[in-house]
């Protein structure tokens, strides 16, 4: 199904912009998965299990597979068909940065969207359009293209003056990303930077934005939602990690993880229309 | 053993300077391999078995055997395997364009260096140091900060005229790489852009810089060349993948092969020195 209608559909089903990132590291699992015999599936299926009703997409990031090699991405591919078969009408997104020339981006195409079947992919723009198009030309799929990140240093680069504009770096890009004019283009700005969603907000109106670091810190999140929602609050892909998937670590960890996980949902939804 | 005692060895022990890119596609492989259990491992391991005593590195794109999902990283595993065990002085770049927050570097590096045996890996610098350091931690591992691509629009952003300095931005980082003072930094710079390669040369007079797109073809290779290397006429590592990896589809691919790579690390040899 094209991306747009199946998030527009979970977005209203579960009342939810809550994105659960599912980037499990094997030593901050709850100890009792070790024994199992893939410790990595089993703690996303139980957040899984315990959140389906409460999210509009799951986003694992493909380097907390690949650090474990064969084994990890075997996890990861598990988990996808999981989500694929339980959960039809959730979106994955797979979380994975990449960016080459375009002979090389066709292959992590193929990588990314036919083998590991995600719905959405996060991708760099720093190459131009022509490394973009292999991921732009799988239409039903979105190609979240990542502006501004999250990080203390990414002013370093990202905000630097450029151009006869003397806009910021992002903000360059983020203009003539808008004239590449692809309807399965979304763009990713970090939490951390309200000002830089607020902008990048600006100028895609009614695109999908994807956001990381939104949590119960009221204040920053609530910046950040105002920041970052299209003008029916609506739109904006809220993704939290490590405070929901290692909100516990004991046996009863995932009904810990769920209550977590409607807080923020429901933080998120006081905000978005404010 | 240290990247650059490693590197440096095999430049002297194989008179080159070049690098041959690893990357499969089953698509274009000789017909009679596709018989074989393996058969990217079979097409490697041909290369590799002839080209051994012509290069000073090979560099697999991670993006050519995620492709075909886990059979093709098993196929990539026991390629570095196969080098690490019959060919230990020759160093392994792994090209995976990597780059994300500095908690989730830390796991492709762990992916990279610990998991695949890595010596070098290429990573982009856009969200600054703090991002890149989990890779330059590994102080025996080579970091290689992609500065400029060799596609055609890859002006488009990394050629901006940024700020006070009006320089370009591939050089603006270059230049605040530099102030990083990471012994364990190397560079990448497309051959397609010899102006921006003399441009970071300059910048770092003794550092690896690492260039694609080196080949048959004369000129442009020539310019490349000269504008690289050091004034030494050393340490540029000069890759080139598909005229040397497909320079023949028959049962006797191997030997076109190695005397096209012979050709090429010939003609490196003859400009390297000008």
Not at 157 to 174: D, R, W
Not at 188 to 197: C, I, N, S
Request: charged fraction near 25%.
């Amino acid at each position: 199904m094209i991306f747009s209608k199946k998030l527009e559909s979970i977005i209203i089903k579960n009342s939810s912009l809550l994105c659960i990132g599912l980037d499990p590291e094997i030593e901050k699992l709850p100890k009792h998965l070790l024994k199992e015999n893939d410790p990595t599936f089993a703690f996303n299926k139980e957040i899984i299990d315990n959140t389906s009703d409460i999210v509009c997409a799951y986003k694992p990031n493909i380097a907390f597979y690949e650090a474990y090699g064969i084994k990890g991405l075997e996890s990861l591919k598990k988990t996808i068909e999981y989500i694929q078969k339980k959960h039809p009408e959730i979106p994955i997104i797979l979380d994975a940065k990449r960016a080459d020339i375009a002979n090389t981006s066709r292959m992590y195409a193929r990588a990314l969207f036919d083998y590991f079947g995600a719905d959405a992919v996060t991708v760099y723009p720093y190459l131009g359009l022509d490394a973009i198009k292999p991921f732009l030309n799988y239409e039903n799929k979105l190609t979240i293209l990542i502006i501004k990140t999250s990080n203390p240093d990414s002013d370093v680069f990202q905000n630097l003056k450029v151009g006869n504009s003397n806009l910021p770096l992002y903000l360059t890009m983020a203009h003539e990303i808008k004239k590449w004019n692809f309807p399965n283009i979304g763009l990713f700005v970090g939490a951390t930077y309200p000002e830089e969603l607020r902008n990048v907000r600006k100028i895609f109106p009614s695109s999908y934005i994807l956001t990381a670091g939104i949590g119960v810190q009221g204040a920053k999140t609530q910046k950040a939602i105002k920041a970052g929602v299209d003008p029916r609050g609506n739109n904006l892909i809220c993704n939290n990690s490590r405070e929901i998937i290692y909100a516990d670590k004991s046996k009863h960890f995932a009904k810990k993880v769920r209550n977590k996980a409607k807080e923020i949902r429901n933080i998120i939804n006081k905000y978005r229309y404010e």
